[in-house]
């Protein structure tokens, strides 16, 4: 019944070293979004994709690159991760035809030591 | 710019009524969102409202004014599960704009 899942729901990786973080569904959606939300604030838009068409949020750091290889799937790389990374990531999905609800996955905590 | 603003804690006790208020500024409107988000888990989608009023789903409603932009979340009968938090989230724009949310509001239920 999982529609969204995100592996692996808890990551620990090491200062700097690169981690990549999935995002898997099962709706077919068009549009998939990846948010980054650190303790008591509200998730951050960092990009998100309509079907292929890739878009930046204009204060996403470099360090985090995405890649949707096909519908199902979508990544989420940080090529040297700082300590400010560590965060929950949560990934977001919604039809391009319904005009409600974004359905989000269960989240990955990222842990930098 | 976008701002939207919401309390940031609230207790209530069991079995009360409570009212998460959400006030918003955007450069546009196409809908607001209300989502619960427990600890360590995702958000869950709880409403909806793109027009003036009130929409009623079980225990959950939540009001929208968008002369005064303004909504809230009612929760009724409040149970200890309902301790979560309530964010308040806007779409700007049609098509395929990302929701812009608020910081949420901590709700504490306490018998």
């Known amino acids: 019944d999982a529609m969204v899942i995100q592996n692996p729901r808890y990551q620990v990786t090491q200062f700097g070293k690169p981690v990549t973080l999935s995002c898997s569904q099962t709706l077919n959606h068009n549009v998939m979004y990846w948010y980054q939300q650190k303790s008591s604030q509200a998730p951050k838009l960092l990009f998100h994709?309509?079907?292929?068409?890739?878009?930046n949020e204009a204060d996403t750091p470099d360090n985090f690159q995405s890649r949707r290889p096909n519908t199902s799937f979508c990544f989420l790389d940080i090529r040297s991760p700082g300590l400010g990374d560590a965060a929950m990531y949560l990934c977001a999905t919604r039809s391009g035809r319904h005009y409600n609800e974004q359905f989000f996955g269960p989240g990955t905590r990222l842990t930098v030591l | 710019g976008q701002n939207i603003d919401q309390p940031t804690e609230m207790t209530a006790t069991e079995g009360a009524i409570v009212q998460i208020n959400c006030t918003y500024q955007t450069s546009g409107f196409n809908g607001l969102f209300w989502y619960q988000q427990h600890a360590g888990e995702a958000p869950t989608f709880l409403s909806y409202?793109?027009?003036?009023g009130l929409e009623e789903k079980g225990r959950f409603s939540s009001f929208l004014s968008r002369s005064k932009g303004y909504s809230y979340l009612l929760l009724k009968e409040l149970q200890m599960k309902d301790s979560a938090s309530y964010l308040c989230?806007?779409?700007?724009?049609?098509?395929?704009?990302?929701?812009?949310f608020g910081k949420g509001t901590r709700l504490s239920v306490i018998a």
């Open positions: 989230a806007v779409r700007e724009n049609s098509g395929n704009t990302p929701l812009v």
């Open positions: 409202n793109v027009l003036d």
């Open positions: 994709y309509y079907d292929k068409d890739f878009n």
